[in-house]
């Protein structure tokens, strides 16, 4: 970037001009634009984490925050001068000054200076609307505040990204002033001019037309920020690159305002393994779909399964059709390998699935059932029998295993329930108070163990872990992570009936169990119990009732009858 760089308002494109042999520099917002989404609330030590996990992916720039508006964003650019970036350079995001005012007393842009990042990120008004009704000044003064703020910037040996604000929407209402602007920043000393689609309602063929437009004429690095609430981030990020865009924004997992921001990992993915970008370090694609996970983790979000290229459903098929041509060709329903990605294909079994879904998830899980055709089909028949009553197999990995292992008689007994009771009190000052009993068959010896809880399922299984846990030590490690409750049939009232999706985990990972009942507390009683089983079964625990032993003989003692002298209570 020299001084005398211009961006020319009459200027044309010619295809042969578009710039597509450099590389492309990734710039990720997650921790600033990202964090505006509803519900999303980064701690300072949470942005640290984050900032840590793009910086090991191998993103270009990672923009930290905004630290002249608010104490957490200066704490993080203070920490952040302490730690060691492995790929990424850090950048600060502020505003152009104030209509008015001078640059040398404008305390925003002092605080971009203090915080010591290589990269200063401006962003200024590029829409005649904004600049007339929200800064309430005039245009020849908003050009003067773009160009004073990024000359202040750029003298003090900072590299200053321009971000114009309702840059396309600023170019259909005046294309001339969207482009003085342009023309002020980069003449001003801006490294790279960012066209902002702030409100994200432009679709991929105009983005494709006035990208290339500026592009073309521009000797000034081109870059693109997009939202998505016309659905189109991904896309228009792509197509920008394609018409010479050469930076792009955007923030992990499509996090954002409103609709979200163009999703980064996505843009990434699409960029290398379709347009042959080299985007990330080698070697670091593979990684995309953990760092989706780990940050949404970090941001106490739940992971959307359905996410492009890293979502646990994103390889993933049901109909039966599909999984036969999948079992000769595992490339027959991807569009990418998934392993590119740091991603697997999986295999659902669901009412929609046939033989070819059934024998392919048992060998996903480990299981063969090639040496027994029938044994599939009589999976399959259980499993649409077992679906039309409301179970879901296709969102409950752990609970079709235990289905099929029951079946083939792999599947151990870890205990045998002979009863169990609820209690649910409420006391004068309004406390609810939940307490269970559960008795047990374990081998030739009988348990009572009694739970307290927070509603009737966490005492459940308190109750269930006591009775348990002395004989199966592995239960310490397990634990719940979620639980869910939908109501099948509302016709019904309160008598409908209910499915329980309840999602265990140990050190190693998740799984998820299915109970349906007309009763809330049974359904969720039968997926806490396989949840648990399950767990014991991944721990390689040794049950009372190994599998292939003769079946144990149910008790019929009712709850609440004298137990034999065998009984060991634990409270």
């Known amino acids: 970037m020299t001084p005398e760089s211009t961006v020319t308002p009459e200027s044309t494109v010619t295809p042969e001009s578009t710039v597509t042999a450099e590389k492309v520099e990734i710039y990720d917002t997650t921790l600033r634009d990202g964090s505006q989404q509803v519900g999303l609330d980064l701690t300072v030590a949470d942005k640290l984490q984050v900032a840590t996990v793009l910086d090991g992916l191998g993103v270009d720039v990672i923009e930290g925050g905004w630290p002249g508006s608010n104490p957490k964003d200066a704490e993080f650019f203070a920490r952040a001068r302490d730690m060691r970036w492995r790929h990424a350079t850090l950048a600060a995001f502020g505003a152009t000054r104030p209509p008015g005012r001078s640059t040398d007393d404008d305390a925003?842009?002092?605080?971009?200076?203090?915080?010591?990042?290589?990269?200063?990120?401006?962003?200024?008004?590029?829409?005649?609307?904004?600049?007339?009704?929200?800064?309430?000044?005039?245009?020849?003064?908003?050009?003067?505040?773009?160009?004073?703020?990024?000359?202040?910037?750029?003298?003090?040996?900072?590299?200053?990204?321009?971000?114009?604000?309702?840059?396309?929407?600023?170019?259909?209402?005046?294309?001339?002033?969207?482009?003085?602007?342009?023309?002020?920043?980069?003449?001003?000393?801006?490294?790279?001019?960012?066209?902002?689609?702030?409100?994200?309602?432009?679709?991929?063929?105009?983005?494709?037309?006035?990208?290339?437009?500026?592009?073309?004429?521009?000797?000034?690095?081109?870059?693109?920020?997009?939202?998505?609430d016309a659905?189109?981030?991904?896309?228009?990020?792509?197509?920008?690159?394609?018409?010479?865009?050469?930076?792009?924004?955007?923030?992990?997992?499509?996090?954002?305002?409103?609709?979200?921001?163009?999703?980064?990992?996505?843009?990434?993915?699409?960029?290398?393994?379709?347009?042959?970008?080299?985007?990330?370090?080698?070697?670091?694609?593979?990684?995309?779909?953990?760092?989706?996970?780990?940050?949404?983790?970090?941001?106490?979000?739940?992971?959307?399964?359905?996410?492009?290229?890293?979502?646990?459903?994103?390889?993933?098929?049901?109909?039966?059709?599909?999984?036969?041509?999948?079992?000769?060709?595992?490339?027959?329903?991807?569009?990418?390998?998934?392993?590119?990605?740091?991603?697997?294909?999986?295999?659902?079994?669901?009412?929609?699935?046939?033989?070819?879904?059934?024998?392919?998830?048992?060998?996903?899980?480990?299981?063969?059932?090639?040496?027994?055709?029938?044994?599939?089909?009589?999976?399959?028949?259980?499993?649409?029998?077992?679906?039309?009553?409301?179970?879901?197999?296709?969102?409950?990995?752990?609970?079709?295993?235990?289905?099929?292992?029951?079946?083939?008689?792999a599947l151990p007994v870890w205990f045998e329930l002979e009863g169990y009771r609820v209690v649910i009190e409420r006391d004068a000052a309004g406390q609810d108070r939940s307490e269970a009993i559960v008795r047990l068959l374990l081998g030739a010896g009988r348990v009572v163990a009694v739970g307290e809880g927070v509603g009737p399922v966490h005492a459940l299984d308190q109750a269930l872990r006591r009775a348990l846990v002395d004989l199966y030590p592995a239960l310490a490690r397990i634990r719940l992570v979620d639980y869910k409750v939908r109501i099948l049939d509302g016709r019904a009232a309160t008598s409908a009936v209910t499915r329980v999706m309840l999602t265990s985990a140990d050190a190693d990972g998740e799984w998820t169990t299915v109970g349906v009942s007309d009763d809330v507390v049974t359904a969720s009683w039968e997926a806490l119990a396989d949840g648990l089983g399950y767990g014991l079964l991944r721990a390689g625990a040794t049950a009372v009732y190994p599998a292939g032993s003769p079946a144990p003989q149910r008790s019929t003692v009712p709850l609440g009858t004298r137990a034999e002298p065998q009984v060991s209570e634990a409270v």
């Open 231 to 409: 659905a189109c981030a991904v896309a228009n990020s792509v197509v920008a690159v394609a018409a010479g865009g050469l930076h792009v924004q955007g923030a992990a997992n499509g996090y954002g305002e409103r609709c979200g921001n163009a999703d980064l990992f996505a843009v990434i993915a699409g960029l290398e393994l379709k347009r042959g970008h080299e985007l990330l370090p080698a070697g670091r694609l593979g990684a995309l779909a953990s760092t989706a996970r780990t940050i949404a983790e970090l941001a106490n979000l739940p992971f959307e399964s359905r996410q492009p290229y890293v979502g646990s459903s994103a390889f993933t098929t049901k109909a039966g059709l599909h999984a036969s041509a999948i079992a000769r060709r595992r490339d027959a329903y991807s569009h990418v390998d998934p392993a590119t990605v740091g991603n697997q294909a999986r295999v659902l079994v669901s009412e929609l699935a046939g033989r070819s879904n059934v024998m392919a998830k048992a060998e996903e899980l480990g299981l063969d059932l090639s040496g027994d055709p029938d044994l599939a089909t009589t999976v399959l028949d259980q499993v649409k029998e077992a679906e039309h009553r409301g179970y879901a197999f296709e969102a409950a990995d752990a609970s079709f295993e235990l289905l099929v292992r029951k079946i083939a008689g």
């Open 108 to 228: 925003n842009l002092a605080a971009l200076l203090e915080a010591q990042t290589p990269i200063v990120t401006l962003v200024g008004k590029a829409w005649t609307l904004h600049v007339d009704e929200a800064l309430r000044t005039s245009r020849e003064e908003n050009l003067a505040m773009v160009a004073e703020s990024v000359r202040f910037i750029a003298d003090a040996g900072r590299r200053v990204v321009f971000d114009a604000e309702h840059f396309f929407d600023g170019y259909a209402a005046d294309r001339g002033y969207a482009m003085e602007v342009l023309a002020a920043a980069a003449d001003a000393g801006a490294d790279t001019l960012v066209l902002c689609d702030t409100n994200g309602g432009t679709l991929p063929d105009d983005v494709t037309r006035i990208v290339a437009e500026i592009a073309a004429s521009s000797p000034t690095r081109v870059g693109v920020h997009f939202h998505n």
